[in-house]
Structures are given as structure tokens and as C-alpha cells.
């Protein structure tokens, strides 16, 4: 019975090899004795009839229900049995530099999901321009890739479980690889969302898989340490986005300095950046073998030893391969399997299609059948609302500094009223003004900057705005326009707001495209270095939890976790500054490594292997969901009431904290 009252088939027993073997009397070699078919064959039955037996069709009702329990038992052992044999096995393989090798490639791979996550922030401010994106666009673009990833990871977890995890996740990586890069070619919106959702539905299946891939390969003892570990990858995806960030794309009001159609766009190539660890994982991984544990799983148990074989000769150093080769294939040679991987359908194609459809849906089903229906109920709440308060409050809180930046900005625009111009030139940039019952009388703006600049009420006679091409969020009420020039100017119609414009006034050269207004009353890269200095706060979180892990189960970290961080929510209160904000962002980074991390290696410990990837990849669907709606709900409701989305949020902590009380803890449980 696991913790909490609830069977779930866990094994914590070890059991050495020699259980797995069954001996004859009448020679000296190992057979494999089915029990079933023994009892069957009347070999351990009671040859005289009970006189109590229940005569005829009752009888034999009686008797076909015995031998399905007995069926269903045996099937149980036999799992069970195969469960520590391997882990027997994958022991005596040794940890070392396999799994080290292992772990920077699958790293590779979480990177690639972190870069997804955390690039397109800093792509849209420096593509909206050039792509002539307007808000619902850019909300498109972000939210896009989240709902591919939605779909990836239900889609490509179930393949996993059915074909194996490495070839599937070469699959999944080659598809995001191909659409990141596709991204830094397109030339309009359209074809930029089909190549997000791409991206996003081929790096879906990066975190189910790379941590299940991984945590079969290592031993009981040091599962969850480095299940662990293997999220700090993800932490340095977050990390490598906001340095490529930093480096690569500049702030935006140097790019207003150049014509457009000369503009060099940086974006692009940080794009190309961003998807080199996608395409490095991909060709690593063609070098790595698959999970012996799911060969096994699928009755390749000779190709399960080869696996082996090749992790402890590379752990080992070539010695006592021998040896380990003869133990190993005499444990898998005499361990019972259920199914076979000979079995092929036969069929018309459609049939098959139709059947391996079937199929995928019902070992998607399969986590929601006993006796796993209660823990996974459990993980759903857990995992939805550890994403409801962790991505909610990680997309979030950047929105929140750049929001502070721009208040600021706003709050130091000068204003200049009742006042006359003659004579003069304005050249250089003019930024966060604005000019009040003003008049300008043969003036020239001569390759001026116009950023945030408003004119009300002004009288603009015989003046001259030439080569004035770098203009945004600058508009023009209620003026006169009397005898004055455009020439090559990016100033269109949509500026002139209830003005008026005589007819000896001319628009020479208008410079055509993107007529949308963005705006520049914050500085990108400071936003970029106070989320990259906040990111950091998750490598300390990784760290102590993968050190706690093995120690004390991922159950009592995860409890701890959201019970602090249901507590620190509070202090949003007290976030007024882009300091503040910070500084809450690095908590909320620190506290959710450590509930992520937890709750990854219950997946991974507590689902049997053919179910594994299937039930990650669900799971890790619905926190994208969560992620979003708790992004929402702090943009909806903060600006109205700050205690709509603190109680929000930490109510989801708390109900997240208890819902796990009865899971049961992950120390010394065997891989099923």
C-alpha cells in the first residue's frame, strides 16, 4: 500500500536476479515457469472435487472469474518482476559517463522548450515594426506557440509510448528546428503564426520526453537528483534567450535611425540564434540508443542488454563487459513479457490507421483507468495550478516592469505652450513632448526624430518637414496647416487629428508602409537585463531541490514549495518599482523550479513505461493552459484590484499543496 492508503502498484522491494529464476527438478536449466499456465495444466491443483462445488454453468462461471483474477495477478508479478530486474540491471551498469553524455544532449533538447517560452518576448518589440504588427497580432504570435505546445505534447508523448523515445524525439526536434528557422525568413504575419504554431507543436514534446528518455537510464538511488538536474537545462534555456537577447537585438531607437528598407534586422538572426540548440540535440541524439527500459517494456529484451551493455562499458571502461553481458541477458532471457513486438496488425490501410488510432487513444485512456485514476486526478490539480501561479505570474510580471518604465516615461513629458517659432531649424531627435497653443512660422524640421511628440492647437505656417522619416506615437490635434511642405516623410493622414489643412499645403515623397504606431517610452534591453537578472533566482532553486530530492521525495519538496510561494504572493502588495518587480520575480522563479522539478519526477517514477510520455505529455498540456489563463487573469484584474489575482493565485497554491498530501512519495520506487 503507498502512502496515503492508495494502491498503486508501487515496488520499493529489492529483489536480486535469482528471484527471477525458476528451476526443475529434472535438469540443471533455467526455464521460465508461467504460474498460470501450471495451475491451468492442474499441476498445483487438488485433483479431488469438493463436494461444496457449485454444480454445472454456476461452476464454470465460478471457475472462468478465478482464472482472470489469477490471469490479472500473474500479469502483476510479471511487471513487477521485469520492473527489478531492470533495475538490477541499469545498477550494476554504473552511473557515469553515459549518463553525463545523456544528459547534456536531452539538456540540449529542454533548452530548446525554455528558448520557446522566453524568445518571443524579445522578438516582437524589434519584428512588430518591420513586420507591421498591431497589438492583436502580437498577442496572437505570443500565445500561439503555447497552444502548439499544447497540442505537441499530448501528440508527441503518445508516439513516444508507442515507438520509442529517442526516435520520437528526434522527430519532435527536427519539426521545431525547421519551423524556428523558416521564422527568420518570413515576410508577413500570417506566414510568421503558421511558423510559431509549427515551432511550438514540434518543441511540445521536448519535456515529457527528454525527462522520461532520461530517468530510465538512471539508477533508483540517483532518479530524482538528476531528473533534477536536468531541468537546470531548461533554467539556461530562459537564460541563453535573454543573453542572445541582450547581445543580438538592439534597442529599438537606434533602428528607428535607418530607412526601413535598408534596416538591417537583427531579429532575425536572433531567431537563427535561438534555434541552435534544437538542431545540436538533434544530431547528438542520432548517436544515442534508445531507453532499454522501453525496450524491454516492448519485448526487445535483446536489444535492452545491447543498450546496457554499451552504458557499462562506457561507464566502466571496457571492464567486466563480458560478464555483465552474460548476468544481463540471462536476467532479461528468463524475465516474463505480456506483449510481443512481432505482433503486426493485418489489414487494409485504413484499418490500420483506424486501429493505431484506436489504440493511441486508448493508452492515452489508460492513465485515467485503476489504478492509476486517483493519482492522476491529483497530478492534474497539482500541475494546473503550479502553472496557473508560476507561468502566470513568470509571463506576467516582464509585462508589469515594462508597464512601470512607461508610467515613469510618461510622468517626465514636457510640455511647451504659448510660444512662437520663427527662423529656426529643428534637426536631432524630439522626444516625450508636447506643444500647447504654439506657433511655428518658417520653420524647417530637417531630418528630425519625432518620438511621443503631440501637437495641440498648433499653427504651423510656410514650414518645412523634410526627410522627417522617424516618427512614432506623434499626432497632430486640432492645427492649422498653412502653406507647409512634406517632403519624404513617413507623416500620413491618420496623424492629423481634427485639423486643418490648407490647400497650398503639399505631401511630396510620403514614404509608404507600416502606418501603425509603436511605442519607445521604455528601454527594451533595460527590461531584457532586470528579467535576465531575475531568471537567475531558478538556478538556486534547481540546485537545492535536486540535492533535497532523493533525500527527503519529491512529495515534501513540492509541499513546501507552494506553501512558501502561496505565502510570498502577498507581497505583491508591495511591488510599486521595476526593483520590486524584480525582486518578486525572482522569488516566484525560485519557489517554481522546485515545484516543477517535484512534480516531474512523480511522472516519471510513479507511471509504468508504457504509459509514461502519454501521461507527461498530458500534463504538461494542461500547464500550458494554466500558464495562459493565469497570464490573463493578472492582466485583467491587477489594474482593478490587486487582491483579485493575489487570492487568485494563492488559493491555487494552497489547493495545489493539498491536493498532493495523498500522492504517494517517490524514495525507492522501481521504474514499472
Given amino acids: 500500500m503507498a502512502e496515503g492508503g492508495e494502491d498503486f502498484r508501487l515496488v520499493t522491494k529489492r529483489v536480486p536476479p535469482e528471484a527471477f529464476y525458476t528451476y526443475e527438478a529434472d535438469n540443471d536449466s533455467e526455464v521460465e515457469v508461467d504460474l498460470g499456465d501450471l495451475i491451468l495444466e492442474g499441476r498445483y491443483q487438488n485433483t479431488e472435487p469438493d463436494k461444496n462445488e457449485a454444480p454445472g454453468p454456476q461452476r464454470s462461471i465460478q471457475n472462468a472469474a478465478v482464472r482472470k483474477e489469477e490471469k490479472l495477478e500473474d500479469q502483476i508479478n510479471r511487471e513487477i518482476d521485469l520492473a527489478n530486474a531492470y533495475e538490477t540491471a541499469i545498477e550494476e551498469a554504473g552511473f557515469g559517463m553515459y549518463q553525463f553524455k545523456l544528459l547534456f544532449i536531452l539538456g540540449l533538447g529542454l533548452m530548446a522548450d525554455g528558448v520557446e517560452v522566453f524568445s518571443m518576448g524579445y522578438v516582437i518589440p524589434s519584428a512588430e515594426k518591420d513586420l507591421c504588427l498591431n497589438d492583436v497580432q502580437k498577442g496572437w504570435l505570443g500565445g500561439i506557440v503555447f497552444l502548439g505546445m499544447l497540442i505537441g505534447a499530448i501528440l508527441w508523448g503518445n508516439l513516444s509510448d508507442r515507438i520509442g523515445r529517442r526516435d520520437i524525439l528526434i522527430a519532435?526536434?527536427?519539426?521545431?528546428?525547421?519551423?524556428?528557422?523558416?521564422?527568420?525568413?518570413?515576410?508577413?504575419?500570417?506566414?510568421?503564426?503558421?511558423?510559431?504554431?509549427?515551432?511550438?507543436?514540434?518543441?511540445?514534446?521536448?519535456?515529457?520526453?527528454?525527462?522520461?528518455?532520461?530517468?530510465?537510464?538512471?539508477?533508483?538511488?540517483?532518479?530524482?537528483?538528476?531528473?533534477?538536474?536536468?531541468?537546470?537545462?531548461?533554467?539556461?534555456?530562459?537564460?541563453?534567450?535573454?543573453?542572445?537577447?541582450?547581445?543580438?537585438?538592439?534597442?529599438?531607437?537606434?533602428?528607428?535611425?535607418?530607412?526601413?528598407?535598408?534596416?538591417?534586422?537583427?531579429?532575425?538572426?536572433?531567431?537563427?540564434?535561438?534555434?541552435?540548440?534544437?538542431?545540436?540535440?538533434?544530431?547528438?541524439?542520432?548517436?544515442?540508443?534508445?531507453?532499454?527500459?522501453?525496450?524491454?517494456q516492448i519485448g526487445r529484451w535483446q536489444d535492452a542488454v545491447k543498450v546496457l551493455t554499451e552504458v557499462y562499458r562506457e561507464n566502466h571502461r571496457g571492464v567486466g563487459v563480458d560478464g555483465f553481458k552474460r548476468n544481463c541477458t540471462e536476467i532479461y532471457r528468463f524475465s516474463t513479457k505480456v506483449k510481443s513486438a512481432d505482433a503486426r496488425?493485418?489489414?487494409?490501410?485504413?484499418?490500420?490507421?483506424?486501429?493505431?488510432?484506436?489504440?493511441?487513444?486508448?493508452?492515452?485512456?489508460?492513465?485515467?483507468?485503476?489504478?492509476?485514476?486517483?493519482?492522476?486526478?491529483?497530478?492534474?490539480?497539482?500541475?494546473?495550478?503550479?502553472?496557473?501561479?508560476?507561468?502566470?505570474?513568470?509571463?506576467?510580471?516582464?509585462?508589469?516592469?515594462?508597464?512601470?518604465?512607461?508610467?515613469?516615461?510618461?510622468?517626465?513629458?514636457?510640455i511647451i505652450s504659448d510660444m512662437t517659432f520663427s527662423n529656426t531649424t529643428f534637426d536631432g531627435k524630439i522626444v516625450n513632448k508636447g506643444y500647447v497653443n504654439v506657433t511655428f512660422h518658417d520653420v524647417t524640421f530637417d531630418g528630425t526624430t519625432l518620438q511621443h511628440v503631440n501637437f495641440t492647437d498648433v499653427s504651423f505656417i510656410g514650414v518645412t518637414f523634410q526627410d522627417t522619416i522617424k516618427t512614432s506615437a506623434t499626432y497632430f490635434h486640432n492645427s492649422e496647416f498653412i502653406n507647409t511642405t512634406f517632403n519624404h516623410t513617413d507623416i500620413h493622414k491618420n496623424r492629423f487629428i481634427d485639423s486643418k489643412i490648407d490647400p497650398s499645403t503639399k505631401f511630396v515623397n510620403t514614404v509608404q508602409g507600416c502606418e501603425l504606431d509603436f511605442s519607445y517610452a521604455y528601454d527594451p534591453k533595460s527590461v531584457y537585463l532586470e528579467v535576465f537578472a531575475a531568471t537567475w533566482a531558478g538556478v538556486p532553486g534547481v540546485i537545492i531541490s535536486a540535492v533535497l530530492m532523493d533525500r527527503v521525495g519529491a512529495k515534501l519538496i513540492y509541499v513546501t514549495s507552494v506553501a512558501l510561494s502561496a505565502i510570498s504572493v502577498f507581497f505583491i502588495w508591495l511591488v510599486d518599482t521595476e526593483s520590486a518587480a524584480v525582486a518578486?520575480?525572482?522569488?516566484?522563479?525560485?519557489?517554481?523550479?522546485?515545484?516543477?522539478?517535484?512534480?516531474?519526477v512523480m511522472i516519471v517514477v510513479l507511471y509504468p513505461t508504457d504509459k509514461r510520455a502519454s501521461a507527461f505529455g498530458f500534463l504538461t498540456a494542461l500547464g500550458r493552459i494554466g500558464g495562459v489563463l493565469g497570464n490573463v487573469t493578472f492582466g485583467r484584474y491587477l489594474s482593478v484590484s490587486r487582491a483579485i489575482p493575489i487570492l487568485m493565485v494563492a488559493s491555487a497554491f494552497v489547493i495545489g499543496g493539498l491536493s498532493s498530501i495523498k500522492l504517494p512519495n517517490t524514495q525507492g520506487i522501481v521504474l514499472m
Fill in 172 to 296: 519532435c526536434l527536427v519539426v521545431n528546428a525547421a519551423f524556428a528557422f523558416g521564422s527568420a525568413f518570413v515576410v508577413n504575419f500570417e506566414i510568421f503564426l503558421i511558423c510559431r504554431l509549427g515551432a511550438g507543436l514540434g518543441i511540445g514534446g521536448s519535456i515529457p520526453i527528454c525527462l522520461c528518455y532520461y530517468g530510465e537510464f538512471v539508477p533508483r538511488e540517483r532518479r530524482g537528483c538528476h531528473i533534477s538536474w536536468l531541468q537546470m537545462f531548461y533554467v539556461c534555456g530562459g537564460l541563453f534567450a535573454a543573453a542572445a537577447g541582450l547581445a543580438i537585438i538592439p534597442t529599438l531607437t537606434p533602428l528607428m535611425e535607418e530607412p526601413l528598407e535598408d534596416r538591417f534586422h537583427p531579429w532575425r538572426i536572433f531567431i537563427l540564434v535561438c534555434s541552435l540548440p534544437c538542431i545540436f540535440a538533434v544530431v547528438f541524439l542520432c548517436f544515442m540508443s534508445e531507453s532499454p527500459r522501453y525496450l524491454l
Fill in 584 to 600: 518578486m520575480l525572482a522569488v516566484v522563479q525560485f519557489f517554481g523550479q522546485a515545484q516543477w522539478n517535484a512534480l516531474d
Fill in 345 to 414: 496488425a493485418k489489414g487494409t490501410c485504413l484499418q490500420n490507421v483506424c486501429g493505431k488510432c484506436c489504440e493511441m487513444v486508448d493508452m492515452f485512456m489508460g492513465i485515467f483507468q485503476e489504478p492509476l485514476t486517483k493519482m492522476t486526478i491529483m497530478l492534474i490539480i497539482c500541475f494546473f495550478c503550479t502553472a496557473f501561479g508560476v507561468y502566470g505570474l513568470t509571463i506576467w510580471f516582464p509585462e508589469y516592469i515594462k508597464r512601470l518604465e512607461i508610467i515613469s516615461f510618461f510622468k517626465r513629458t514636457e
